[in-house]
């Protein structure tokens, strides 16, 4: 039985500075050595998720604590090439409509449950069952009608509509593999603790606290990353719940953590002197990004729409809020994909022309307080920001835009709100600006944020297109783009269609979204090359 939790003593947060300084390395001083055994900490200042199964919901919290339990039939290498995880192959049929899958024959679950066919089968039943409430995942295989077994190594999904995207979306988190029989116990059980094939057990779940990981020692290496066979080095993995940085990043520089994730920009800049290891992985698919909600007043006028973008000028922001740890995007999609279109000439600054736009749309100052109205009503852009997701420089990020619409005449309303808030302003159309990330793999993200099927909730209640752009020639390029596995042809539906959203002036693309982990007596912490969450199959304890 592993000891109580110690918790953050609370002269962390009055120390945060002075720890800092204390911690640099002394070039002078040997390595020390890497050992065997021990319990890594982690600090996160992601939300704490209300449910550890990624098939329900499907958010970037689960993601990064899942991917210490629970593995993918596939993944991605570091040139985006998808890899085999637990399946050894995946082909398509010469229409595109079936899928067949071979799977290893080596791996059983955490439960003793074999890994086979029918795990498959009941996995993809448990995604897109609309009471498991399943966002992510059930996106990822919502064209699949059905689900052939046809021995225990191999797997057929027939299709409604061919999809080049299959293997891209089987490789992330929120479509990871799950024991049939851990699904079987119930969502509650199962939210506590789900069952899976990975490095690492989920032995408890402390609220608001942290979640304790204990080493599977029956693992079988997938990760074509992992550098020895069977189990990780670690004991186990303390997972803490930690929301304020600088608590997080007092307890890195005393020793009582070894991994954070979400420093300061000004932390993550200072790392290298401060003797701690940076791992930077920005997310793929989509780049954080405002989404202008094109449904309703005012921003289903084009010209609003325009005139906000040529007034927002996140670029300074950018470079000095984040202390150069991200540079400006142009893009929605992120670097990290191959396939991204990025265009600065798309996104000028001209306050002038803006001013000109909004007057030809009959938006005039009449506000003594400088805000534009037409028919009586004043220019309001609702603007709920999620304080889970968005960083606390991110947030001064919004405000620096909130100050420059206003110097034309809109008037942001920046609500900050915890996530269930969030997501219910979302569910009631009650906002007109948002910051929603989203990660997925591949370019196929955009027919997910961009088609006009994006603006109907999955089960879960959930929709992504929260642009509402609703274009056919969009959605027929999206269509064929997902149609098509010839590389160089799928490529120019995809640029096509980057085209169109970044013309359609709903969106103003920010930065890549942004995964930085500073790191603290420990080597060998990686990161998968799906989702960019961190993993601990190599790590070892040096202190």
């Known amino acids: ?228 066979e069977g189990a990780a080095h670690l004991d186990g993995i303390e997972w803490r719940f930690v929301p304020d940085a600088a608590t997080r990043q007092a307890a890195l520089a005393s020793g009582e953590v070894h991994v954070i994730d979400n420093p300061l920009p000004t932390d993550i800049a200072a790392a290298e002197a401060q003797g701690f290891g940076h791992i930077d992985q920005p997310r793929p698919a989509a780049s954080n990004r405002i989404e202008l909600n094109a449904s309703q007043a005012p921003f289903d006028d084009d010209r609003v729409r325009e005139a906000f973008l040529l007034v ?44 000109e736009l909004l007057d030809e749309a009959g938006w005039v100052r009449a506000d003594e307080g400088g805000i534009r109205t037409r028919d009586g009503e004043r220019l309001v852009v609702r603007f709920p920001v999620s304080t889970n997701q968005s960083t606390p420089a991110e947030q001064s990020l919004f405000e620096q835009i909130q100050a420059n619409a206003r110097a034309v005449g809109f008037d942001v309303e920046l609500d900050p709100v915890d996530l269930s808030a969030w997501y219910g302003a979302l569910a009631e159309n009650a906002y007109d600006a948002v910051s929603a990330p989203y990660t997925t793999v591949g370019p196929d993200v955009l027919r997910i944020l961009y088609h006009s099927d994006g603006i109907t909730p999955t089960p879960s209640g959930y929709f992504a297109n929260h642009a509402q752009l609703s274009n056919p020639d969009l959605d027929a390029l999206l269509d064929e783009a997902m149609a098509t596995t010839a590389p160089d042809e799928r490529a120019e539906l995809y640029t096509a269609a980057q085209r169109i959203i970044l013309d359609s002036h709903t969106v103003l693309p920010l930065y890549d979204q942004q995964n930085h982990f500073l790191t603290r007596g420990v080597e060998g912490v990686g990161t998968i090359h799906t989702i960019s969450t961190p993993t601990f199959v190599n790590a070892r304890l040096t202190e």
Request: with cysteine.
């Open 312 to 355: 927002a000028d996140p670029s300074p922001g950018i470079e000095t809020l984040f202390a150069g740890t991200t540079s400006r995007s142009y893009a929605v999609l992120s670097s990290a994909e191959p396939l991204a279109l990025s265009d600065p000439d798309a996104f000028p600054t001209d306050p002038e022309r803006a001013a």
């Open 1 to 228: 039985m592993r000891p109580p939790l110690r918790p953050l003593s609370a002269a962390l947060v009055a120390l945060a500075a002075l720890a800092v300084s204390a911690c640099a390395a002394d070039p002078s001083s040997d390595a020390p050595e890497a050992i065997d055994g021990g319990t890594l900490v982690y600090a996160t200042g992601d939300a704490e998720p209300t449910c550890l199964d990624p098939h329900v919901g499907g958010n970037y919290p689960q993601g990064l604590l899942s991917t210490q339990f629970l593995e993918p039939l596939f993944g991605r290498d570091a040139d985006g090439a998808i890899v085999p995880w637990l399946a050894e192959s995946g082909e398509p049929s010469d229409d595109g409509l079936t899928w067949d899958i071979t799977l290893r024959d080596d791996i059983s679950f955490t439960d003793g449950t074999p890994f086979d066919a029918d795990a498959v089968a009941a996995n993809i039943a448990h995604l897109q069952d609309p009471d498991t409430g399943s966002s992510t995942g059930y996106l990822a295989v919502e064209q699949v009608e059905r689900v052939e077994v046809v021995d225990a190594t191999h797997v057929r999904l027939h299709l409604s509509t061919p999809k080049s995207a299959m293997l891209e979306v089987l490789s992330q988190q929120w479509a990871a593999m799950e024991s049939p029989a851990g699904i079987a116990r119930g969502m509650e059980a199962n939210c506590q603790a789900p069952i899976g094939t990975g490095p690492f057990v989920v032995e408890s779940w402390t609220p608001q606290q942290s979640v304790t990981l204990a080493r599977n020692d029956d693992y079988v290496a997938t990760n074509p990353e992992a550098d020895h």
